[in-house]
């Protein structure tokens, strides 16, 4: 099973900029699908981003147009790249590897890590 180690995380003001990362501890070109999730104070985990190996990205609706998901299966790492950061931004990211697709719906049942910590500030 692929360990995950996500970073990048911080404290950004509304209106700025993250780039999260996520290594695998091993290969990711044999897994299809790569996403992010994050987990606000109180709330569920959400999906925020999705890619998978031919490159098709999904993401949820609050973020589209601000975030962008990309992989890189020579270096096993997944990046979020965060722009125009909100308040409701704020929360713990997490990598996920092999989500599997039902319908119109993503799901992961496979292990996380530690998750890197969002704060963004009004």
């Known amino acids: 099973q692929v360990q995950l180690v996500e970073s990048g995380g911080g404290l950004v003001q509304a209106g700025g900029s993250l780039r999260l990362s996520c290594a695998a501890s091993?290969?990711?070109?044999?897994?299809?699908?790569m996403g992010w999730y994050r987990q606000a104070p109180g709330k569920s985990r959400d999906l925020v981003a999705v890619?998978?190996?031919?490159?098709?990205?999904n993401y949820a609706d609050s973020v589209k147009g601000r975030f962008t998901i990309s992989r890189d299966n020579a270096k096993d790492t997944v990046t979020l790249q965060m722009s125009t950061l909100k308040p409701e931004d704020t929360g713990v990211y997490y990598c996920?590897?092999?989500?599997?697709?039902?319908?119109?719906?993503?799901?992961?049942?496979?292990?996380w890590g530690q998750g890197t910590q969002v704060t963004v500030s009004s």
């Open positions: 890619i998978t190996n031919s490159g098709t990205t």
């Open positions: 996920a590897a092999g989500l599997s697709r039902y319908g119109s719906a993503w799901r992961y049942v496979g292990s």
């Open positions: 091993r290969s990711i070109r044999s897994i299809n699908a």
